[in-house]
């Protein structure tokens, strides 16, 4: 069992990279933005509450958020590991994560974060709005507003995972294939 969370600001590249690492660690990809892009979708109860602070770029409250994620886990009792992507934003959540995860016996292995500059991170969700329909991506505010609930909420996190000696980062620019390489060097030290 070896439990890793990929971590990096809007627009670092989590998505893409966890393509890669689920397939090379045989790994169960969860990310919390597309279960609720997913919810959103199918007009689910979940997607319903949670359609507002996603349009406005906010983060979903806590409850919700670690209610479903635990409810995604709970749906793959046999695997090898999971990926998070996308969680935890918050230290309530990355509370919640660390005690769930222990009640099954399991822990976090390891934090790796993808690096990059706001201005070329920016640039990428605007690229990726005119194609990927998410109206999130579209609008220059909504993007701002993503990078203050980050740097509000989810920057403490790094602190978070160096006092468990578990924080590691690695340069986000790049070929995807040459940043997969960097993050495959840090994971295969987890252990
Ligand atoms: P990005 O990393 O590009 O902002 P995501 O797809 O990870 O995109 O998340 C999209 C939106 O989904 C977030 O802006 C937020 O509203 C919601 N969301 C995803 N994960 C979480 C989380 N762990 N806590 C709260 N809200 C979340």
């Known amino acids: ?40 979708k199918n007009n689910t109860p979940l ?5 507002g602070y996603m349009d406005r770029g906010d ?4 409850e919700l958020t670690i209610k479903m994620l635990q409810d995604e ?16 934003r918050t230290t309530a959540q990355a509370d919640a994560l660390d005690a769930f995860l222990k009640s099954k016996g399991w822990e976090v292995a390891g934090t790796v974060a993808l690096e990059a500059d706001d201005n070329i991170l920016v640039q990428r969700l605007l690229e990726r709005g ?21 740097n509000e909420k989810t920057a403490p996190l790094i602190d978070y995972y160096k006092a468990q ?13 040459e940043i997969t390489k960097r993050l495959t060097a840090v994971i295969d030290t987890f252990n």
Do not use: C, W
Request: no cysteine.
């Open 165 to 177: 000696g578990k924080f590691h980062a690695v340069d986000g620019i790049g070929d995807i294939s």
């Open 1 to 40: 069992m070896i439990n890793i969370v990929l971590f990096g600001k809007p627009g670092a590249g989590k998505g893409t990279q966890a393509e890669f690492l689920k397939e090379k660690y045989n790994l169960t990809h969860i990310s919390t933005g597309d279960v609720f892009r997913y919810n959103l």
């Open 59 to 62: 983060l979903v409250p806590d």
């Open 73 to 88: 886990v709970e749906k793959h009792p046999d695997t090898k590991g999971f990926l998070f992507d996308g969680f935890p």
């Open 47 to 51: 997607g319903q509450e949670a359609k």
């Open 130 to 150: 005119k194609t990927s329909g998410r109206p999130d991506d579209q609008d220059e505010e909504k993007i701002r507003n993503r990078y203050e609930e980050y």
